[in-house]
């Protein structure tokens, strides 16, 4: 799929069919994922690859309701921060590299015909905590996000992306 | 460009060809900015798009070293968050918001064979003070990154990109 027709149609897919993505397709969405920019070119990113049915569900449980389309994904990604590598003279770039990991990912996804889902986990401190002693981290690993991947369910409508383009939030020169 | 190729080969572009950025180019850079996911649809970002030289210098005084590019820049990007839009659950969710949407715009400039530069900004508060101030920005609108555009200079050698590919970032299942 080219670049700028990727960006533009990549909407959320919630609703997913029972199809297995490969480990190439997969390894494809991580090596997009570690492509990005970061801070001092830190790297402060780490991923945890879920498949396991039961993982995916206390995963779900733990997010909540916006979490729920993870019972049906191929994979789930918990997407996190190293705070060890992060930049020592200012940690929390460490948000903003991860974000644009993840990012990376769902446009590598798109582009492979695997619709996936943003849930939203970091700053709510709540899930973080408890995805954390989920997957019994180091307190140096952050939970910033997890990734919801699988194939589109074809039987859903496929509503066309709205356009979020808004002429106001752009100014010239000035504010 | 092909999406996967674009997200591979993507790397920060520093100098930059005496060569303008058309507006057509500049509007779909702008638009697949607002393309990317954000909490709750929030959409809580907004751009000041700046070509003024004058402008530019000043951003790079205010950044130090890093933001040199900007001095050789066609276009400057400050990219900010707008807390008044922000969730209201968990308002910090805007620095993840605001961090995709200057990730799609590296994007769409690179598949339009437009370089560009993250330049670091938010949470180094300093900067952030500062650049706030040179715009005037309300208390509510808080400027997260600078992205430097310009048309890369072809008298640089063009290294090709490194990988960032480690797979010992990759956990399977648990930690």
Redesign the interface.
């Known amino acids: 799929?080219?670049?700028?027709q990727?960006?533009?149609t990549?909407k959320?897919v919630r609703k997913y069919a029972d199809r297995e993505i490969g480990n190439q397709e997969l390894l494809?969405i991580?090596?997009?994922g570690?492509?990005?920019?970061s801070?001092v070119?830190s790297?402060d990113?780490?991923?945890?690859?879920?498949?396991?049915r039961k993982?995916l569900n206390q995963m779900a449980d733990i997010n909540g309701r916006p979490a729920e389309p993870l019972r049906a994904a191929n994979v789930g990604i918990l997407v996190c921060g190293d705070l060890e590598r992060a930049f020592t003279?200012?940690r929390?770039?460490w948000?903003?590299d991860v974000?644009?990991a993840a990012?990376?990912m769902?446009?590598?996804a798109?582009?492979?015909g695997i619709g996936s889902?943003?849930l939203?986990t970091?700053?709510?401190m709540d899930r973080v905590t408890k995805q954390a002693a989920l997957?019994?981290?180091?307190e140096t690993?952050i939970p910033?996000?997890i990734i919801a991947f699988g194939y589109p369910d074809e039987r859903e409508e496929e509503a066309p992306?709205k356009?979020?383009?808004?002429e106001d939030?752009?100014?010239?020169?000035?504010?």
Chains 1, 2 share one sequence.
């Open positions: 799929m080219e670049t700028i990727a960006l533009m990549r959320s494809t991580l090596k997009a570690m492509s990005g920019p801070s070119n790297r990113w780490t991923f945890i690859v879920v498949r396991d993982t003279k200012a929390d770039y948000i903003i974000s644009i990012q990376n769902i446009l590598a798109h582009a492979l889902v943003w939203g970091y700053p709510q997957f019994g981290l180091p690993v910033h996000s992306k356009s979020f383009f808004e939030r752009i100014h010239c020169e000035k504010w």
